[in-house]
């Protein structure tokens, strides 16, 4: 709870409690009937920002908690507890619970939004405990419990524990908040079906034709006119229902408690990965170049034959400025397997084979994008994970460091997406190249500054996704890359002044963090 991340999650969450209660003469609506929407009491406010919260947590919240077990490998605790008799499952339960509860703390704070969005709306200024927390209770809680277990078992397989994990739980988390809300959603999804029958039942007993009145909506909707208001006290969860929220809070037990089967526990005698040559001893490593000290009986210092065995630095001469950033290259895309770059060649070969070229920035080019999504999150972020910030900080120029990073995430974004774009050439889109290229300064600009600013690879992953996810739906407000077209085939997204502005802002965002840092080094 004392990360940057929890703080900014939770301030989304909040932002996103306001969101949900717009104010009469608002032209958005997060959820609705057709043209109607319950009156501010406690029972419709709490329903809607529960709704909300479980919506925006279960993809938020599972970023926030999902070092547990990782935190405690890197700082050394895991051997301590190795050398415990703490038992494996207890281990797993316990990280779970913890989890959980910092998920439930995210809630508590969405329960205060709830209160003061309802006396700041004054629809209705008696506040009811019981309808206001219910939603949270039968509604949120279980799923966030579900989340907390997907996190922490993502953490103990190790294909998932890196940035495919992250990558991997966004497409589950739209497949969940997408498919959850459907009528035949197993265990009740995430309870909208329910929700919905309550509503309908009240709106039928006041007199309301629910034939003209339209279809139920979860989600921020632009509205041309205010929606009309009807009473609606909450919903009396079937015992069906409440048997769904248990069985949901008892799989997640079980999916925490699996892992027990294979996680060692941090015990090198069960998995091998955590020993390493010469950790304990404090040896260097046979080969490694070093000079072994030994201290003779006069207490003098004498070094062995190794020290003769360092490489010796050389001078290399050329553009600092072209080597410094070929370095940078090197750097961000090192251990690469060759299938990666087999999917580009491949990507670039079937764009060359599409007609026509505006069909290549429709489909092929949001592949492009999200084929290097797992190394565009290492800018910013590589010299802090090695422990090398320090030592860069003596560094003459911070500038020409921060820019040479940035050009290597421009080159990885440009190779990424040539195929595409040599397609826009040869099919004479000159706009869709403007836009191209706009998104290739956008891109490094966006993981650079939340790279730098947050020090994580998650932070962009969790980010990124949604806007490239909407631009892949057809949202023309967070299309960045041309992607999608008006009917005369003109790009619809963002302009290109507005993409070049804030690369631009991003990127000065991350010399002026540069600069403090080092002045403070």
Known sequence: MRRPAYAVILIAAVGLGYLATPAKESGWVVMQVGAYRGTYNSAYIGMVVALAGTVWLSLGGFYVVRNAISRDESTGVGRLLAATPLRTWAYLLAKFLSSVLVLASMLGVLVVTAVVMQLARGESMTINPVELLSPFVVIALPLMAFTAAAALLFETIPLLRAGFGNVLWFFIWAFIAIGGQSPGAPLGGIGVHSVVQSLSTSMKAQ???????????????????????????????????????????MIAVAVVLLPALWFPRFDPARGGALARLGADTGTAPEGSGMPAVVMRDDHTEERSAGFTNMPQVSVKYGNPALRLLFGEVRILIQGIPLWWWAGVLLLALVAQM?????????????LAWIWPVLIWSRLGTQRHESGVEAILGAYPSARSRVAAEWGAGFLLTAVAGIGPAARMFTGSDTQGLVHWFCGALFIPSFALVLGTLSRTHRLFQFAYLPLWYGTVNGIAPVDFMGAIRADDGTPAGMSPTFLIVAAAVMLGAVFLSSTARRATT
């Open 207 to 249: 007199g309301i034709d629910l034939d003209k009145v339209g279809e139920f909506s979860l989600g921020l909707t632009l509205i041309d006119k205010p929606l009309k208001t009807f009473e609606w006290h909450g919903f009396d969860p079937s015992p069906a229902f409440l048997l769904s929220r248990y069985v949901l809070i």
């Open 354 to 366: 599409v007609t026509p070229a505006t069909g290549v920035s429709r489909f092929l080019l949001p």
